[in-house]
Protein backbone atom coordinates (compact mmCIF):
# COMPACT_ATOMS: atom_id res chain seq x y z
CA UNK A 1 0.00 0.00 0.00
CA UNK A 2 1.14 3.63 -0.48
CA UNK A 3 2.72 5.09 2.47
CA UNK A 4 0.24 7.92 3.48
CA UNK A 5 1.67 11.05 4.17
CA UNK A 6 1.33 12.60 7.84
CA UNK A 7 0.40 16.24 8.33
CA UNK A 8 2.86 18.97 8.16
CA UNK A 9 4.08 20.13 12.13
CA UNK A 10 2.88 16.18 13.13
CA UNK A 11 5.51 14.42 11.14
CA UNK A 12 8.35 15.50 13.13
CA UNK A 13 6.60 14.73 16.70
CA UNK A 14 7.81 12.45 18.87
CA UNK A 15 6.00 10.35 21.62
CA UNK A 16 6.38 13.08 25.34
CA UNK A 17 9.15 12.74 27.03
CA UNK A 18 7.58 12.27 30.27
CA UNK A 19 5.53 8.83 29.45
CA UNK A 20 8.94 7.80 27.09
CA UNK A 21 10.43 7.82 30.61
CA UNK A 22 7.90 5.96 32.65
CA UNK A 23 7.58 3.50 29.82
CA UNK A 24 11.70 2.93 29.42
CA UNK A 25 11.39 2.69 33.49
CA UNK A 26 8.98 0.12 33.85
CA UNK A 27 10.64 -2.04 31.00
CA UNK A 28 14.15 -1.70 32.71
CA UNK A 29 12.77 -3.11 35.92
CA UNK A 30 10.69 -5.75 34.10
CA UNK A 31 14.03 -6.75 33.04
CA UNK A 32 15.97 -6.77 36.52
CA UNK A 33 17.59 -4.02 36.64
CA UNK A 34 17.09 -1.83 39.61
CA UNK A 35 15.56 1.84 38.83
CA UNK A 36 14.94 4.57 40.60
CA UNK A 37 11.76 6.70 39.12
CA UNK A 38 12.84 9.96 39.51
CA UNK A 39 11.54 10.94 35.67
CA UNK A 40 8.02 10.91 35.25
CA UNK A 41 5.46 13.12 37.59
CA UNK A 42 3.11 11.60 39.50
CA UNK A 43 1.24 11.79 42.39
CA UNK A 44 2.53 9.04 44.56
CA UNK A 45 -0.41 9.28 47.27
CA UNK A 46 -3.87 7.40 46.43
CA UNK A 47 -7.43 9.13 45.34
CA UNK A 48 -9.01 10.20 49.06
CA UNK A 49 -11.15 6.47 49.87
CA UNK A 50 -14.49 9.05 49.61
CA UNK A 51 -13.75 10.02 46.44
CA UNK A 52 -13.22 6.35 45.36
CA UNK A 53 -16.20 5.80 47.20
CA UNK A 54 -18.38 8.28 45.38
CA UNK A 55 -17.06 6.57 42.34
CA UNK A 56 -17.99 3.16 43.00
CA UNK A 57 -21.04 4.69 43.49
CA UNK A 58 -21.50 6.09 40.42
CA UNK A 59 -19.92 3.40 38.17
CA UNK A 60 -23.81 2.99 36.88
CA UNK A 61 -23.81 6.27 35.72
CA UNK A 62 -23.76 5.47 31.72
CA UNK A 63 -25.62 8.27 29.95
CA UNK A 64 -23.75 11.06 27.96
CA UNK A 65 -23.51 14.06 29.55
CA UNK A 66 -23.38 17.83 28.43
CA UNK A 67 -20.36 18.12 26.34
CA UNK A 68 -19.69 21.68 28.97
CA UNK A 69 -19.75 19.01 32.14
CA UNK A 70 -22.10 17.58 34.52
CA UNK A 71 -23.58 20.73 36.21
CA UNK A 72 -23.54 19.81 39.82
CA UNK A 73 -19.92 19.01 39.04
CA UNK A 74 -19.46 22.85 37.78
CA UNK A 75 -21.09 24.16 40.47
CA UNK A 76 -18.67 22.05 42.95
CA UNK A 77 -15.78 23.13 41.18
CA UNK A 78 -17.10 26.84 41.68
CA UNK A 79 -17.43 26.72 45.34
CA UNK A 80 -13.96 25.25 45.37
CA UNK A 81 -12.35 28.37 43.40
CA UNK A 82 -14.60 30.53 45.83
CA UNK A 83 -13.52 28.91 48.76
CA UNK A 84 -9.59 28.31 48.59
CA UNK A 85 -9.09 30.92 46.13
CA UNK A 86 -11.37 33.78 46.48
CA UNK A 87 -12.17 33.58 42.54
CA UNK A 88 -15.67 34.04 41.68
CA UNK A 89 -17.31 32.02 38.79
CA UNK A 90 -20.34 31.42 37.62
CA UNK A 91 -21.08 27.37 36.14
CA UNK A 92 -21.72 28.48 32.86
CA UNK A 93 -18.09 29.72 32.54
CA UNK A 94 -16.72 26.07 33.89
CA UNK A 95 -15.63 23.60 31.18
CA UNK A 96 -14.77 20.13 32.08
CA UNK A 97 -12.68 17.96 30.30
CA UNK A 98 -10.58 14.66 29.87
CA UNK A 99 -7.85 16.24 31.60
CA UNK A 100 -6.70 19.95 31.70
CA UNK A 101 -3.75 18.74 28.63
CA UNK A 102 -6.68 18.22 26.33
CA UNK A 103 -8.02 21.26 27.56
CA UNK A 104 -5.17 23.74 26.65
CA UNK A 105 -4.74 21.48 23.18
CA UNK A 106 -8.49 22.73 22.78
CA UNK A 107 -7.78 26.06 23.25
CA UNK A 108 -4.58 26.39 21.12
CA UNK A 109 -6.70 25.21 18.75
CA UNK A 110 -9.65 27.42 18.58
CA UNK A 111 -7.56 30.23 19.25
CA UNK A 112 -5.39 32.25 16.07
CA UNK A 113 -2.50 33.19 17.99
CA UNK A 114 1.38 32.39 19.13
CA UNK A 115 2.49 30.95 22.22
CA UNK A 116 4.59 32.43 24.21
CA UNK A 117 6.76 29.92 27.00
CA UNK A 118 8.53 30.77 29.85
CA UNK A 119 12.07 28.68 29.31
CA UNK A 120 11.74 25.96 31.25
CA UNK A 121 7.98 24.49 30.96
CA UNK A 122 6.39 21.73 31.05
CA UNK A 123 6.88 19.22 27.79
CA UNK A 124 3.42 19.45 26.08
CA UNK A 125 3.07 22.83 25.61
CA UNK A 126 5.35 23.48 22.48
CA UNK A 127 4.38 19.79 20.71
CA UNK A 128 0.63 21.43 20.94
CA UNK A 129 1.21 24.55 19.49
CA UNK A 130 3.39 22.44 16.85
CA UNK A 131 0.34 20.39 16.27
CA UNK A 132 -2.16 22.97 15.63
CA UNK A 133 0.54 25.29 13.33
CA UNK A 134 1.50 28.35 16.01
CA UNK A 135 4.40 30.12 16.44
CA UNK A 136 6.42 29.44 19.68
CA UNK A 137 8.13 32.26 21.11
CA UNK A 138 10.10 31.76 24.06
CA UNK A 139 10.59 34.20 26.92
CA UNK A 140 14.37 32.97 28.15
CA UNK A 141 14.83 32.81 32.53
CA UNK A 142 17.70 32.36 35.01
CA UNK A 143 18.47 29.54 37.83
CA UNK A 144 19.02 33.35 39.88
CA UNK A 145 15.50 34.63 38.79
CA UNK A 146 14.45 30.87 39.68
CA UNK A 147 13.56 30.28 36.34
CA UNK A 148 10.57 32.16 36.54
CA UNK A 149 9.51 34.58 33.86
CA UNK A 150 10.19 38.32 34.35
CA UNK A 151 7.70 41.27 33.26
CA UNK A 152 10.26 42.83 31.27
CA UNK A 153 11.01 39.69 29.67
CA UNK A 154 7.02 38.65 29.31
CA UNK A 155 7.02 41.94 27.50
CA UNK A 156 9.63 41.68 25.03
CA UNK A 157 8.06 38.29 23.63
CA UNK A 158 4.88 40.80 23.29
CA UNK A 159 6.56 43.00 20.64
CA UNK A 160 7.57 40.12 18.65
CA UNK A 161 4.95 39.77 15.75
CA UNK A 162 3.18 42.67 17.57
CA UNK A 163 0.23 42.31 15.37
CA UNK A 164 -0.30 38.74 16.17
CA UNK A 165 -2.76 38.02 18.98
CA UNK A 166 -0.37 35.71 21.89
CA UNK A 167 -1.61 33.40 24.38
CA UNK A 168 0.98 32.96 27.34
CA UNK A 169 0.69 29.88 29.36
CA UNK A 170 1.70 30.41 32.93
CA UNK A 171 2.43 27.21 35.45
CA UNK A 172 3.34 27.30 38.56
CA UNK A 173 4.15 26.42 41.31
CA UNK A 174 6.43 24.99 38.49
CA UNK A 175 6.86 22.08 36.17
CA UNK A 176 9.46 21.07 35.80
CA UNK A 177 11.26 23.79 38.66
CA UNK A 178 8.19 24.09 41.60
CA UNK A 179 9.25 27.82 41.73
CA UNK A 180 6.08 29.56 42.02
CA UNK A 181 5.12 33.63 42.08
CA UNK A 182 4.60 36.07 44.42
CA UNK A 183 1.64 38.02 44.52
CA UNK A 184 4.02 40.95 43.77
CA UNK A 185 5.41 39.05 40.55
CA UNK A 186 2.00 38.06 39.74
CA UNK A 187 0.96 41.72 39.88
CA UNK A 188 3.79 43.13 37.55
CA UNK A 189 2.98 40.37 35.01
CA UNK A 190 -0.40 40.63 35.16
CA UNK A 191 0.07 44.80 33.97
CA UNK A 192 2.34 43.81 30.84
CA UNK A 193 -0.42 40.96 30.12
CA UNK A 194 -3.20 43.74 30.39
CA UNK A 195 -1.04 46.33 28.64
CA UNK A 196 -0.80 43.40 25.64
CA UNK A 197 -3.53 42.06 25.68
CA UNK A 198 -2.55 38.72 26.48
CA UNK A 199 -4.90 35.60 26.54
CA UNK A 200 -3.12 33.52 29.79
CA UNK A 201 -3.61 30.11 30.56
CA UNK A 202 -2.79 29.73 33.85
CA UNK A 203 -1.72 26.77 34.74
CA UNK A 204 -2.24 25.81 38.51
CA UNK A 205 -2.80 21.87 38.76
CA UNK A 206 -0.02 22.00 41.49
CA UNK A 207 -2.07 25.01 43.18
CA UNK A 208 -2.81 23.08 45.73
CA UNK A 209 0.37 21.58 46.77
CA UNK A 210 1.41 24.67 47.67
CA UNK A 211 3.79 23.70 50.62
CA UNK A 212 2.60 26.89 52.54
CA UNK A 213 -1.30 26.28 51.85
CA UNK A 214 -1.34 30.28 50.14
CA UNK A 215 -1.75 29.92 46.82
CA UNK A 216 -2.47 32.49 44.70
CA UNK A 217 -3.63 32.83 40.95
CA UNK A 218 -3.00 35.57 38.20
CA UNK A 219 -6.84 35.78 37.84
CA UNK A 220 -7.14 37.32 41.00
CA UNK A 221 -5.24 40.63 39.21
CA UNK A 222 -5.79 39.95 35.43
CA UNK A 223 -9.47 38.33 35.86
CA UNK A 224 -10.41 39.51 32.07
CA UNK A 225 -7.76 37.37 30.00
CA UNK A 226 -7.05 34.54 32.27
CA UNK A 227 -8.31 31.17 31.71
CA UNK A 228 -7.30 28.91 34.83
CA UNK A 229 -6.55 25.48 34.81
CA UNK A 230 -6.91 22.72 37.04
CA UNK A 231 -8.14 19.31 37.58
CA UNK A 232 -8.03 15.88 39.59
CA UNK A 233 -4.14 14.73 38.44
CA UNK A 234 -1.96 16.33 41.39
CA UNK A 235 -3.54 17.15 44.36
CA UNK A 236 -6.16 14.81 44.56
CA UNK A 237 -3.82 11.47 42.91
CA UNK A 238 -6.17 10.98 40.23
CA UNK A 239 -4.13 11.34 36.92
CA UNK A 240 -5.94 8.57 35.29
CA UNK A 241 -8.77 9.72 35.94
CA UNK A 242 -8.33 12.49 33.35
CA UNK A 243 -10.53 15.21 34.28
CA UNK A 244 -9.57 18.48 33.60
CA UNK A 245 -11.14 22.18 34.51
CA UNK A 246 -11.09 25.33 32.73
CA UNK A 247 -12.72 28.71 34.28
CA UNK A 248 -13.18 31.45 32.17
CA UNK A 249 -13.87 34.92 32.21
CA UNK A 250 -16.88 36.72 31.13
CA UNK A 251 -14.78 38.36 28.57
CA UNK A 252 -13.70 34.92 27.14
CA UNK A 253 -16.95 33.44 26.59
CA UNK A 254 -16.60 32.95 23.00
CA UNK A 255 -13.35 31.15 23.55
CA UNK A 256 -15.48 28.82 25.82
CA UNK A 257 -18.37 28.36 23.33
CA UNK A 258 -15.46 27.74 20.31
CA UNK A 259 -14.45 25.64 22.78
CA UNK A 260 -17.54 23.56 23.41
CA UNK A 261 -18.03 23.38 20.01
CA UNK A 262 -14.71 21.54 18.87
CA UNK A 263 -15.48 19.23 21.97
CA UNK A 264 -18.42 17.93 20.93
CA UNK A 265 -17.08 17.34 17.22
CA UNK A 266 -14.00 15.34 19.21
CA UNK A 267 -14.43 13.94 22.91
CA UNK A 268 -18.06 14.38 23.45
CA UNK A 269 -18.10 14.66 27.05
CA UNK A 270 -16.03 13.03 30.12
CA UNK A 271 -16.45 9.91 31.93
CA UNK A 272 -20.06 9.93 33.48
CA UNK A 273 -18.92 7.97 36.67
CA UNK A 274 -15.96 9.93 36.72
CA UNK A 275 -17.36 13.38 37.00
CA UNK A 276 -19.84 12.29 39.83
CA UNK A 277 -17.43 10.95 41.64
CA UNK A 278 -15.52 13.99 41.41
CA UNK A 279 -18.32 16.40 42.73
CA UNK A 280 -16.86 14.71 46.39
CA UNK A 281 -13.01 15.95 45.79
CA UNK A 282 -13.96 19.43 44.60
CA UNK A 283 -16.40 19.93 47.61
CA UNK A 284 -13.55 18.76 49.84
CA UNK A 285 -14.20 17.35 53.36
CA UNK A 286 -12.45 17.56 56.87
CA UNK A 287 -10.29 14.68 55.82
CA UNK A 288 -9.56 15.88 52.32
CA UNK A 289 -8.48 18.93 53.80
CA UNK A 290 -6.14 17.13 56.44
CA UNK A 291 -5.39 14.59 53.30
CA UNK A 292 -4.01 17.63 51.00
CA UNK A 293 -2.19 19.07 54.52
CA UNK A 294 -0.47 16.23 55.15
CA UNK A 295 0.44 15.53 51.16
CA UNK A 296 2.15 18.72 51.71
CA UNK A 297 4.09 18.41 54.37
CA UNK A 298 5.37 15.12 53.02
CA UNK A 299 6.66 16.49 49.54
CA UNK A 300 7.80 19.72 51.93
CA UNK A 301 10.62 17.54 53.82
CA UNK A 302 11.19 15.19 50.71
CA UNK A 303 11.83 18.34 48.25
CA UNK A 304 14.25 19.87 51.26
CA UNK A 305 16.11 16.85 51.74
CA UNK A 306 16.85 16.10 47.55
CA UNK A 307 17.69 19.29 47.62
CA UNK A 308 19.74 19.65 50.49
CA UNK A 309 21.79 16.50 49.17
CA UNK A 310 22.25 17.76 46.01
CA UNK A 311 23.41 21.40 47.14
CA UNK A 312 26.06 18.92 49.11
CA UNK A 313 27.34 17.41 46.15
CA UNK A 314 27.95 21.72 44.45
CA UNK A 315 24.21 20.78 42.10
CA UNK A 316 22.38 23.83 41.78
CA UNK A 317 18.75 24.87 41.74
CA UNK A 318 15.99 26.44 43.50
CA UNK A 319 14.08 24.90 45.99
CA UNK A 320 10.74 24.41 45.46
CA UNK A 321 7.39 26.16 46.72
CA UNK A 322 5.27 23.21 45.79
CA UNK A 323 5.02 20.13 43.28
CA UNK A 324 7.29 17.35 43.33
CA UNK A 325 9.61 18.73 41.47
CA UNK A 326 13.29 20.32 41.19
CA UNK A 327 15.65 21.46 38.45
CA UNK A 328 19.09 20.46 39.15
CA UNK A 329 21.65 22.16 37.21
CA UNK A 330 25.04 19.86 36.92
CA UNK A 331 27.25 22.53 35.20
CA UNK A 332 29.53 22.26 38.18
CA UNK A 333 29.95 18.83 36.46
CA UNK A 334 31.11 20.07 32.83
CA UNK A 335 34.18 19.48 32.24
CA UNK A 336 34.46 15.87 34.10
CA UNK A 337 31.19 14.74 32.18
CA UNK A 338 32.88 15.79 28.79
CA UNK A 339 35.81 13.73 29.48
CA UNK A 340 33.50 10.75 29.63
CA UNK A 341 31.89 11.86 26.76
CA UNK A 342 28.44 13.63 28.02
CA UNK A 343 28.12 17.01 26.35
CA UNK A 344 24.22 17.12 26.40
CA UNK A 345 21.16 17.04 29.04
CA UNK A 346 20.24 14.06 26.87
CA UNK A 347 23.68 12.09 27.26
CA UNK A 348 23.35 12.82 30.72
CA UNK A 349 19.87 11.00 31.44
CA UNK A 350 21.10 8.49 29.26
CA UNK A 351 24.44 7.46 30.83
CA UNK A 352 22.82 8.23 34.31
CA UNK A 353 20.05 5.40 33.72
CA UNK A 354 22.42 3.41 32.12
CA UNK A 355 25.14 3.26 34.77
CA UNK A 356 23.24 3.79 37.92
CA UNK A 357 19.70 3.13 36.95
CA UNK A 358 18.25 7.15 38.24
CA UNK A 359 15.42 7.88 35.53
CA UNK A 360 15.43 11.64 35.30
CA UNK A 361 14.67 13.65 32.42
CA UNK A 362 16.84 16.22 30.43
CA UNK A 363 16.31 19.93 30.49
CA UNK A 364 16.07 20.31 26.83
CA UNK A 365 13.05 18.57 27.16
CA UNK A 366 11.88 21.54 28.88
CA UNK A 367 13.45 24.16 26.21
CA UNK A 368 16.71 24.61 27.48
CA UNK A 369 19.77 24.74 25.12
CA UNK A 370 20.52 20.69 24.53
CA UNK A 371 24.23 21.77 25.77
CA UNK A 372 23.20 22.84 29.25
CA UNK A 373 23.31 20.17 32.04
CA UNK A 374 20.06 20.56 33.61
CA UNK A 375 17.52 18.23 34.13
CA UNK A 376 13.82 17.69 35.94
CA UNK A 377 13.80 15.34 38.51
CA UNK A 378 10.92 14.42 40.62
CA UNK A 379 11.23 13.25 44.19
CA UNK A 380 8.37 11.14 44.50
CA UNK A 381 9.25 7.52 44.43
CA UNK A 382 8.08 6.31 47.72
CA UNK A 383 5.10 4.73 49.27
CA UNK A 384 2.56 7.70 49.64
CA UNK A 385 -0.13 5.72 51.20
CA UNK A 386 2.03 4.51 54.08
CA UNK A 387 3.89 7.85 54.32
CA UNK A 388 0.02 9.55 54.68
CA UNK A 389 -0.87 7.07 57.43
CA UNK A 390 2.39 8.10 59.00
CA UNK A 391 2.26 11.50 59.09
CA UNK A 392 -1.90 11.25 60.05
CA UNK A 393 -0.59 9.57 63.36
CA UNK A 394 1.70 12.50 64.51
CA UNK A 395 0.93 15.38 65.80
CA UNK A 396 4.35 16.90 64.58
CA UNK A 397 5.50 14.96 62.29
CA UNK A 398 9.61 14.22 62.09
CA UNK A 399 11.80 14.59 59.15
CA UNK A 400 13.84 11.42 59.90
CA UNK A 401 10.88 9.28 60.37
CA UNK A 402 9.18 10.62 56.72
CA UNK A 403 12.96 9.87 55.39
CA UNK A 404 13.40 6.44 56.65
CA UNK A 405 10.41 5.78 55.12
CA UNK A 406 12.00 6.77 51.71
CA UNK A 407 14.41 4.28 50.71
CA UNK A 408 14.18 4.81 47.11
CA UNK A 409 14.74 8.50 47.11
CA UNK A 410 17.94 7.98 50.28
CA UNK A 411 19.25 5.40 48.08
CA UNK A 412 18.92 7.49 45.07
CA UNK A 413 20.91 10.63 46.64
CA UNK A 414 23.50 8.09 47.51
CA UNK A 415 24.00 6.25 44.25
CA UNK A 416 24.14 9.65 42.37
CA UNK A 417 26.91 10.98 44.74
CA UNK A 418 29.11 7.63 44.22
CA UNK A 419 28.49 8.36 40.12
CA UNK A 420 29.18 11.91 40.32
CA UNK A 421 32.40 11.55 42.08
CA UNK A 422 33.76 8.80 39.44
Not at 16 to 42: D, V, W
Not at 183 to 204: P, S, T
Not at 330 to 349: D, N
Not at 356 to 370: C, H, N, Q, Y
Amino acid sequence: MKKIPIRQGIDTLVPSATLLINERSKQLASEGKKIYRLGFGQSPFPVPEEVVTALTKSAHEKDYLPVQGLLQLRKAVARHFSTHYGLTYDESRIMIGPGSKELILGLQMVCDADLLLPSPSWVSYEPQAQIVGSSVHWINTSQKENWLASPEKLAEACTINPERQKILILNYPSNPVGSSYSVDELKALAEVCRKYHVLVIADEIYGALTYSGDHHSLAEFYPEGTVVSGGLSKWCGAGGWRLGTFCFPEELRHVLNAMMALASESFSAVSAPVQYAAITAFDGSVEIEKYLRNSRIILKIVSEYVHDQLSEMKVTMPKAQGGFYLFPDFSEYHSTLEHRGIKTSTEFCEKLLNETGIALLPGVAFGRPENELTCRLSFVDFDGAKLLQLVDNQTDPNADTILDNCPAITESMNTLRGWLKQ
